[in-house]
């Protein structure tokens, strides 16, 4: 491993200027997916920052019911917190899914949203990438490709997002709140905090050089909301997403679609919210064949590759069972009257 200098920061302020002072400087959160990638040369910063101790790693409820999670709460204790069980088990479910219990103990929301793609060309410096190396092409795209995108990849990249934590705040439409030192404060959703890949591959994200994630703001949940999430993976545990879905769904007393969120992992370079199926069912009786009709829409925008398109029905089949499960368990929610 390349030698690398160790800050560890009392303040966001002061880590901010850390990394000011070094531009080839990394944030360190609990590290499970950065200290990999340093061991396999894929990441070689000159210094690490710890922001491990900052005072980031509460769960506060807030006037009104939003719920603000600080970006140093483990995957673990997000999962088991019971505001998230009870108003947002889509949140819950999702970071169940994913990684290992000893990895939920140790990584954090703010790591889990900035993990790389595990795509084995970018973690094989023998092989071309352009997210590792802008321009030195795309191995995947000719070679192994079965774990990759079918929706929103450009030429240049077909990697798919790892996180399934994403994908579930995607759907709760949830924001980020970011600190830039003397760039201030900004808040970013959830929808846009992670982009396709485009002609620039090597950016996940719409955070700026020396940006920290400070909080995750998840909204109130409505009345009579329910949600879930759902995912298939080559085995039981400890696996990434061949495909996933999170669901969010509210009915109004007609039993029609007053609101539903709907959003994929596995599929694309980023949570993939499917706006096409979501315009299609709200408002109406969602039918089982109304679902299929509305997910099918959605996934008419995919375009396989020689190896995935299998992910195609594997997708359909996931959000239109979580979507009929969803509307069973509205028809049994006591509707509470909505707030003003
Ligand atoms: Fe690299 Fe993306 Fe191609 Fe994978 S899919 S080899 S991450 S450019």
């Excluded at 092989?127 to 795209?141: I, L, Q, Y």
């Excluded at 719409?206 to 920290?212: A, N, T």
């Excluded at 007609?254 to 408002?283: D, I, K, M, N, S």
């Excluded at 925008?301 to 499960?325: E, H, M, V």
Aim: with cysteine; aromatic share 4%.
């Amino acid at each position: 491993m390349k030698p690398f200098a160790y800050v560890r920061a009392t303040s966001l302020r002061e880590a901010a200027e850390a990394y000011a002072g070094h531009q080839d400087s990394r944030y360190l959160g609990g590290g499970t997916n950065l200290v990999d990638l340093m061991k396999l040369g894929v990441e070689t910063p000159g210094s690490l920052i710890d922001i491990s101790r900052l005072p980031l790693d509460r769960i506060e409820e807030l006037p009104g019911g939003a719920l603000r999670v600080g970006a140093t709460v483990p995957n673990s204790d997000l999962a088991a917190h019971p505001l998230v069980r009870s108003r947002y088990p889509v949140l819950s479910q999702a970071l169940l899914a994913g990684a290992s219990g000893q990895l939920r103990n140790i990584a954090t929301t703010g790591g889990n949203l900035l993990q790389r793609t595990r795509c084995p060309y970018f973690q094989d410096l023998s092989k071309p990438c352009n997210k590792r190396e802008p321009g030195s092409g795309c191995g995947a795209r000719d070679g192994v490709h079965r774990d990759h995108a079918v929706l929103g990849q450009s030429e240049h990249c077909i990697a798919t997002h790892p996180s399934d934590m994403a994908v579930a705040l995607a759907a709760l439409d949830a924001e980020i709140e970011l600190y830039g030192g003397e760039q201030g404060t900004r808040t970013v959703p959830a929808t846009a905090f992670h982009r396709l890949p485009g002609d620039h591959p090597e950016r996940d994200t719409v955070i700026r050089p020396g940006e920290i994630v400070t909080s995750v703001l998840l909204p109130p949940a409505a009345p009579g909301e329910v949600s879930v999430y759902r995912k298939a993976r080559d085995r039981a545990s400890y696996a990434f997403a061949l495909a996933s879905v999170a669901v969010v769904l509210e009915l109004d007393r007609t039993h029609r679609v007053r609101r539903v969120a709907l959003a994929f992992g596995g599929l694309a370079h980023r949570p993939w919210r499917a706006t096409t199926a979501e315009e299609r069912l709200t408002g109406v009786e969602p039918t089982p064949e109304a679902v299929r009709q509305a997910v099918g829409a959605e996934l008419d925008q995919a375009r396989p590759l020689r190896d995935n398109a299998y992910k195609i029905p594997l997708a359909r089949n996931l959000a239109c069972d979580a979507l009929g499960t969803l509307v069973q368990s509205a028809d049994a929610t006591p509707r509470r009257p909505r707030t003003p």
